[in-house]
C-alpha cells in the first residue's frame, strides 16, 4: 500500500512538473553519432538562446592543439524561418594558432559566403573538456525571435592529404528551432 501511495504522488508531481514546462525553449542539445575516426568527431551541440547573446557549444572525441590535426568547424545560423538557408556562418579552426569569423551567408557553400558580420563575437577552445564555446551577440545577427543551426567539422588524417567530415544529424540539416 505503502508503495502504492509514493508512486501515485511520485506521478502527479511528474504530471504537475510537465505542465510547467515553458512553450519555447531557449536551451536545446542534441546528440551525434560517434562516426568520424578522427579527434574533432562531433558528439553533441548545445544551443542556447539567451537575452543578449547565441551560444553553440560542441563537445567532440579528442580536440587537440595541434595544426596537424586540421581540425575545424563551420556553425550554419538560420535566423529568418521565411527563408528555407542559413543567413550566417561562423567559422573558425579548432588548433591553436587559428582564427574564427563570423560571415553573412546564402548557403552552405563556401562560394556562398559574404562579408564578415560587424559585432561582438567570440570563440573559445578548451582541449581539456574537448569542447568548442561560440557566443554570438543577438545584436550582430539581427535579434532573431528563434535560431537554428547546422553543424559540420572537418579534421585532416595523419597522412595531411585525408580530409573527412562530420555533420550533426546529416549533411546540412538544422535543428529544431531555439527561441529567445
Request: glycine share 8%; net charge negative.
Amino acid at each position: 500500500m505503502r508503495t502504492t501511495i509514493l508512486s501515485a504522488a511520485s506521478l502527479t508531481l511528474a504530471a504537475l512538473a510537465l505542465t510547467q514546462l515553458p512553450a519555447h525553449a531557449d536551451e536545446l542539445v542534441f546528440a551525434d553519432d560517434q562516426d568520424l575516426a578522427h579527434g574533432v568527431d562531433l558528439l553533441s551541440v548545445e544551443v542556447q538562446h539567451g537575452a543578449r547573446n547565441v551560444v553553440v557549444t560542441t563537445k567532440h572525441t579528442d580536440l587537440v592543439e595541434s595544426f596537424r590535426s586540421g581540425s575545424s568547424g563551420s556553425v550554419f545560423l538560420d535566423t529568418d524561418p521565411t527563408d528555407t538557408g542559413p543567413e550566417y556562418v561562423f567559422a573558425g579552426g579548432y588548433f591553436v594558432g587559428t582564427d574564427y569569423t563570423l560571415l553573412t551567408t546564402d548557403g552552405f557553400a563556401t562560394s556562398t559566403w559574404g562579408e564578415p558580420v560587424e559585432g561582438s563575437y567570440r570563440m573559445k577552445i578548451d582541449y581539456d573538456a574537448d569542447q568548442v564555446r561560440m557566443r554570438i551577440s543577438r545584436d550582430a545577427i539581427g535579434s532573431p525571435d528563434e535560431v537554428r543551426v547546422a553543424v559540420r567539422v572537418a579534421g585532416t588524417r595523419p597522412n595531411g592529404k585525408d580530409t573527412r567530415t562530420d555533420w550533426l544529424l546529416a549533411p546540412r540539416t538544422f535543428t529544431d528551432w531555439v527561441a529567445q
